[in-house]
T-cell receptor, first 116, second 110 residues
Framework: AQKVTQAQTEISVVEKEDVTLDCVYETRDTTYYLFWYKQPPSGELVFLIRRNSFDEQNEISGRYSWNFQKSTSSFNFTITASQVVDSAVYFCALSERYNQGGKLIFGQGTELSVKP | NAGVMQNPRHLVRRRGQEARLRCSPMKGHSHVYWYRQLPEEGLKFMVYLQKENIIDESGMPKERFSAEFPKEGPSILRIQQVVRGDSAAYFC????????FGPGTRLTVL
């Protein structure tokens, strides 16, 4: 069965600190997809990134970076120089495919609070 | 370039009433997914539909819940005889590739 674990329920940092959100997944599939979504206080879900299981290159997008380690089944998310606007709940998710029926299996989410 | 639309954004029902949640996918998207977010929990998959077909309903409660995605019009998630435990945020997503989520409907059952 597929499972996603986000062990950190809540994280609180001070603005400009770096913060890493952990995500560990379980799957028996050899091909799968990993995602991160952001849920700000307004409640909507914002897509951040998709990563394929066969592409272990790390990715950087501005202050955001993602570290995919297949050997440890982890897909961690780092925010550099955090800002108050980064305060949100962040969800990691797993799917056996990303189109045509790829239902997402979500972790419990990590609530990030960035204080000024 | 409208995103996924859901209405209503907030819905209050008394126990025993029916709740109808609507989802209009992004233009060009023919796949719709419904997820439920219970208080203090993550999102759980409920059902996946294509036009006029339910493809995967493995996450749907066995009773009182149904979903449709007609040829014309929005996808509907219907909850009959609501109970307090149905209070949650219900999210719809549509896709051709990535799943893009709507703003959600917050259902409160009194």
């Amino acid at each position: 069965a597929q499972k996603v674990t986000q062990a950190q329920t809540e994280i609180s940092v001070v603005e400009k600190e770096d913060v890493t959100l952990d995500c560990v997944y379980e799957t028996r599939d050899t091909t799968y997809y990993l995602f991160w979504y952001k849920q700000p206080p307004s409640g909507e879900l914002v897509f951040l990134i998709r990563r394929n299981s066969f592409d272990e290159q790390n990715e950087i997008s501005g202050r955001y970076s993602w570290n995919f380690q297949k050997s440890t089944s982890s897909f961690n998310f780092t925010i550099t120089a955090s800002q108050v606007v980064d305060s949100a709940v962040y969800f990691c998710a797993l799917s056996e495919r990303y189109n045509q029926g790829g239902k997402l299996i979500f972790g419990q989410g990590t609530e990030l609070s960035v204080k000024p | 370039n409208a995103g996924v639309m859901q209405n209503p954004r907030h819905l209050v029902r008394r126990r025993g009433q029916e709740a109808r949640l609507r989802c209009s996918p992004m233009k060009g998207h023919s796949h719709v997914y419904w997820y439920r977010q219970l208080p203090e929990e993550g999102l759980k998959f409920m059902v996946y539909l294509q036009k006029e077909n339910i493809i995967d309903e493995s996450g749907m409660p066995k009773e009182r819940f149904s979903a449709e995605f007609p040829k014309e019009g929005p996808s509907i998630l219907r909850i009959q005889q609501v109970v307090r435990g149905d209070s949650a945020a219900y999210f719809c997503a549509s896709s051709q590739n990535e799943q893009f989520f709507g703003p959600g409907t917050r259902l409160t059952v009194l």
